[in-house]
């Protein structure tokens, strides 16, 4: 009796395809995710096998990693194809899935893995006589995703050459080399002083204009946020380079490369429209004016800043406006933004740069609600 209760119990809950359908998700990418759970110690002994280097634990960390892009996509694939089948795929079909979950990646996330985690799938499925379906399909899906880590490639190369190009990359540059082995921050002799006015000099700051109580200027907290965002660290008492970040970002052409490069302009950005990092009426004027004016110099189109002026309250907005625009003659200093007189456009290809800051600081701003 008691084995019998246990089943029913088991078969009304949560763990039941049928039940759980119901409640939204379908019988077949709760299957997909079922069967790819089964396959955890047989795709760890052949990563184990792939990289001897690897210890258990870092096979098993690998697999792990992987197949859980393979559960997340492979589900969804199976909802779209009706077909729980993950070694006999549609290939129109799981591109369709595929270009689906590349559309909500996170700006910061490269989508390079994704690609090479399904090639590596592949060559499990083909290497364990897994793969059921005909070599061709198999094919079709492999050059899919080949063609997509080429094309990566390719704006990987574009993007690191194009933000070395900009004298944001020189301020960075010039601030990782300055710091040497390390700035230390408790220590105030004149040597560490000396120190830290050599940094101030290596990112354009005059030094004796720096008051030792006042606010740092404006363009170290530019330089300064972009630095920690992709090349410079901190410890409990100083400000140290990290060194293998600092060789990704000074060469390569890469997807690591890339990615510290635009972590690197989009904390740029973030620091233009919020300088303080605070949440007062003020700081947040000063965002939706910098954000308007972005905008426009995105599409081409006035915003409504008297709209704007009304919403923030005009002595606010009357206040921050001459702030705002000299964010964005900072922002076009750094090459971020291209500027013509007083009109601003910004580089296609520096887009994603733009929009991924301000949604940094919209989302600071959201969570300070």
Not at 97 to 107: E, I, M, Q
Not at 154 to 177: H, M, Q, S, W, Y
Not at 261 to 278: G, I, K, R, S, Y
């Given at each position: 009796?008691?084995?019998?209760?246990?089943?029913?119990?088991?078969?009304?809950?949560?763990?039941n395809?049928a039940?759980?359908?119901?409640?939204?998700r379908?019988?077949?990418k709760?299957?997909?995710?079922?069967?790819?759970?089964?396959?955890?110690?047989?795709y760890?002994?052949?990563?184990?096998?792939?990289?001897?280097a690897?210890?258990?634990?870092d096979?098993?960390?690998?697999a792990?990693?992987?197949?859980?892009?393979?559960?997340?996509?492979?589900?969804?694939?199976?909802?779209?194809?009706?077909?729980?089948?993950?070694?006999d795929?549609?290939?129109?079909?799981?591109?369709q899935?595929?270009?689906?979950?590349l559309?909500?990646?996170?700006?910061?996330?490269?989508?390079?893995?994704?690609?090479?985690?399904?090639?590596?799938?592949?060559?499990?499925?083909?290497?364990?006589?897994?793969?059921?379906?005909?070599?061709?399909?198999?094919?079709?899906?492999?050059?899919?995703?080949?063609?997509?880590?080429d094309?990566?490639?390719?704006?990987?190369?574009?993007?690191?050459a194009?933000?070395?190009?900009?004298?944001?990359?020189?301020?960075?540059k010039?601030?990782?080399?300055?710091?040497?082995?390390?700035?230390?921050?408790?220590?105030?002799?004149?040597?560490?002083?000396?120190?830290?006015?050599?940094?101030?000099?290596?990112?354009?700051i005059?030094?004796?204009?720096?008051?030792?109580?006042?606010?740092?200027?404006?363009?170290?907290?530019?330089?300064?946020?972009?630095?920690?965002?992709?090349?410079v660290?901190?410890?409990?008492?100083?400000?140290?380079?990290?060194?293998?970040?600092?060789?990704?970002f000074l060469?390569?052409?890469?997807?690591?490369?890339?990615?510290?490069?635009?972590e690197?302009?989009?904390?740029?950005?973030?620091?233009?429209?919020?300088?303080?990092?605070?949440?007062?009426l003020?700081?947040?004027a000063?965002?939706?004016?910098?954000?308007?004016?972005?905008?426009t110099?995105?599409?081409?189109?006035d915003?409504?800043?008297?709209?704007?002026?009304?919403?923030?309250?005009?002595?606010?907005?009357?206040?921050?406006?001459?702030?705002?625009?000299?964010?964005m003659?900072s922002?076009?200093?750094?090459?971020?933004?291209?500027r013509?007189?007083?009109?601003?456009?910004?580089?296609e290809?520096?887009?994603?740069?733009?929009?991924?800051?301000?949604?940094?600081?919209?989302?600071?701003?959201?969570e300070?609600?």
């Amino acid at each position: 009796m008691a084995s019998k209760k246990r089943q029913g119990k088991k078969n009304s809950g949560a763990g039941n395809p049928a039940k759980a359908a119901q409640r939204g998700r379908s019988v077949h990418k709760i299957q997909a995710e079922l069967s790819v759970d089964a396959l955890r110690g047989q795709y760890v002994a052949w990563v184990a096998a792939q990289v001897p280097a690897f210890s258990p634990a870092d096979a098993a960390q690998a697999a792990e990693i992987q197949l859980d892009v393979i559960r997340t996509i492979g589900g969804e694939y199976a909802e779209t194809a009706r077909s729980s089948n993950l070694f006999d795929l549609d290939p129109e079909l799981f591109g369709q899935a595929l270009a689906d979950f590349l559309v909500n990646l996170p700006d910061n996330v490269a989508p390079e893995p994704i690609f090479s985690t399904w090639l590596d799938f592949f060559s499990f499925a083909e290497d364990t006589s897994l793969w059921q379906g005909g070599a061709d399909n198999l094919e079709e899906v492999r050059e899919m995703l080949e063609d997509a880590l080429d094309g990566f490639a390719e704006g990987d190369a574009e993007i690191c050459a194009l933000l070395r190009a900009t004298p944001l990359f020189d301020a960075v540059k010039n601030f990782a080399v300055a710091i040497g082995d390390g700035i230390a921050t408790n220590d105030f002799t004149d040597s560490a002083s000396s120190s830290r006015a050599q940094v101030f000099e290596a990112m354009g700051i005059d030094a004796q204009s720096v008051e030792a109580d006042a606010p740092a200027p404006l363009r170290f907290n530019y330089i300064w946020n972009a630095a920690m965002m992709s090349v410079v660290t901190t410890t409990e008492t100083s400000i140290v380079r990290d060194e293998e970040a600092f060789a990704e970002f000074l060469d390569g052409e890469q997807a690591d490369s890339a990615q510290l490069l635009f972590e690197m302009a989009v904390a740029c950005v973030q620091a233009h429209l919020n300088p303080t990092m605070d949440t007062s009426l003020r700081d947040e004027a000063h965002y939706l004016v910098v954000r308007n004016l972005l905008v426009t110099a995105s599409t081409g189109r006035d915003g409504d800043l008297e709209g704007l002026r009304r919403n923030v309250g005009a002595k606010i907005y009357d206040s921050v406006l001459p702030e705002a625009t000299e964010a964005m003659a900072s922002l076009a200093g750094f090459g971020l933004l291209q500027r013509d007189g007083e009109t601003y456009s910004i580089d296609e290809r520096l887009v994603p740069v733009v929009s991924a800051g301000i949604s940094e600081v919209e989302a600071f701003f959201e969570e300070a609600v």
